[in-house]
């Protein structure tokens, strides 16, 4: 695992160090905490909001210095996320760093944090959710396109089999194929005039967060293409017998995103499922039939939550629905979010889902 040394750490506080003068002009030691996250560009702006927001809403003697380092997932980029078959990727090594104390807390994009934590860990705080959908980014060259009207063979680049399956079946003239790397990296490959990629797909949150939005060429709706679980929310992870840190992150939930993130997290932990399977979902607050207006960024008038979700074959010939509603009760919205979930699921497993996703892991074991 690496990480970086204590002396090369990102360090803030919210003010002029890490002494402060109380309100009676007594100098205090401020309350210090390290946060870990991923070395990538995305992963430390996302860690410097979490940051910011405690400077904002916690004690006036508050300190957060920041813990970079790198995980399976960064390392191996030559190998496609589904075919490496570990559900941690992206989060082992920064549990690893919490576990030994070396850091407080840890930053998450929530999709690619496991269902099941490790022992003694828990989800601290998750985060307002970033518009969870995902984007199309085109070369330059095609312009003014959409996927549908793209010549027939364009390739299109994505780490993820989930858009892959479900993108095979609405648009069976293009042609999907693996692309690694930080997003920098993937836009780099497809900005290159020799590039093969006529477009890329990725997560509409990353774009905005990394300043990109204007590189959204098409943005797709759930009728097209169903998000990740949890796509566009940040969890914070901290031990769970860690009373003084759960305190201090307390201030960061939003609770509408929690529920709906519980209820996503919830069917994917009961089709044992992990960041790199084809599984998509959709949540809304309010009617029936989701909208744009109506997303998990908040409530409307009622407390109604509903969930989407599908399971595809990696081909994109076979693919599984179910949907259903709860209601949340107030003080229990939690516990019924993951009924939900797991209501939804058990659907799907009658419904055939579990063979899917089974025989997507007997491809993965074949190709080891």
């Known amino acids: ?49 979490v940051r910011e927001a405690l400077l904002k809403t916690g004690p006036p003697n508050l300190a957060i210095d920041i813990l970079p380092m790198s995980t399976v997932g960064d390392k191996n980029l030559d190998v496609a996320l589904f075919k490496i078959g570990e559900k941690s990727l992206f989060t082992k090594e920064l549990e690893v760093a919490l576990y030994k104390g070396l850091c407080q807390f840890v930053v998450h994009s ?6 099941t934590l490790p022992e003694g860990m828990a989800i601290g705080a998750i985060l307002k959710r970033e518009d969870a959908r995902d984007a199309v980014v085109l070369k330059s060259t095609f312009a003014g396109h959409t996927l549908k009207d793209l010549p027939s063979g364009s390739i299109i680049g994505t780490s993820s089999v989930r858009r892959t399956a479900q993108l095979r079946r609405k648009f069976p003239h293009l042609v999907f194929q693996d692309v690694r790397g930080n997003l920098n990296t993937r836009l780099r490959k497809l900005d290159d005039p020799q590039g093969s990629y006529a ?54 939930n939003h609770y509408p995103t929690v529920w709906a993130c519980t209820a996503e997290r919830a069917l994917m932990r009961t089709l044992e499922g992990g960041c790199s399977v084809p599984i998509g979902v959709y949540t809304w607050y309010g009617e029936p039939s989701p909208s744009k207006s109506s997303t998990s960024n908040g409530h409307t008038s ?11 074959s990696v081909d994109g010939a076979r693919a599984v629905e179910g949907q259903s509603s709860m209601v949340l009760p107030q003080g229990n919205e939690a516990e019924q979010a993951k009924l939900l979930g797991e209501q939804v699921a058990h659907q799907m497993i009658q419904a055939g889902a579990k063979s899917i996703l089974d025989e997507l892991t007997k491809d993965r074991h074949h190709d080891d």
């Open 1 to 49: 695992m690496e990480i970086t040394r204590v002396d090369e750490l990102e360090m803030a506080s919210d003010g002029d160090g890490h002494v402060h003068a109380n309100g009676h002009g007594i100098k205090e030691q401020a309350q210090h905490w390290v946060v870990g996250t991923r070395k990538s560009e995305l992963a430390m702006i996302q860690t410097r909001q």
């Open 110 to 115: 929530l999709k690619d944090l496991p269902t």
């Open 199 to 252: 477009a890329l797909i990725l997560a509409v949150a990353g774009l905005v967060r990394m300043g990109w939005s204007d590189r959204i060429s098409e943005t797709l709706e759930p009728d097209v293409c169903l998000h990740a679980v949890s796509q566009g929310a940040l969890g914070v992870e901290c031990k769970e017998d860690d009373e003084k840190t759960l305190q201090l992150l307390s201030v960061l």
């Open 302 to 312: 009622t407390t109604t939550l509903y969930l989407k979700a599908v399971v595809c």
